[in-house]
């Protein structure tokens, strides 16, 4: 028996809307969730339905990759950001780093 091979990629990062919630699709499921991850929807052409807290529990791997998605953007989002800054990098660390904040970049 010969297996499918998929060429699309399971977990996929879709678009940050202007009320800031992040788009992410997990297989053929797209789901919607702010930054807190207070508020998670499964995204339709009707609209948004919350997700249920027995799902979340029952499928774990579903807020484990929303955090790792939106992670993600969010690092691509700041080293974005702190590529156009006029400030250069080691001026930076070095300013957070007499502030107290270790680990800082």
Do not use: C
Request: glycine share 6%.
């Amino acid at each position: 028996m010969m297996q499918k091979r998929y060429t699309t990629p399971f977990r996929e990062f879709i678009k940050r809307d202007e009320q800031g919630r992040y788009h992410v699709r997990l297989g053929p499921q797209i789901f919607s969730t702010d930054l807190n991850f207070l508020d998670i929807r499964i995204e339709s052409e009707h609209g948004g339905t919350p997700v249920q807290p027995e799902m979340m529990l029952e499928k774990p791997w579903i807020m484990k990759n929303l955090e790792q998605e939106i992670r993600f953007q969010r690092k691509k989002q700041l080293a974005q950001v702190l590529e156009r800054t006029h400030i250069p990098s080691p001026e930076r660390r070095a300013y957070k780093h007499s502030r107290g904040f270790v680990g800082a970049r």
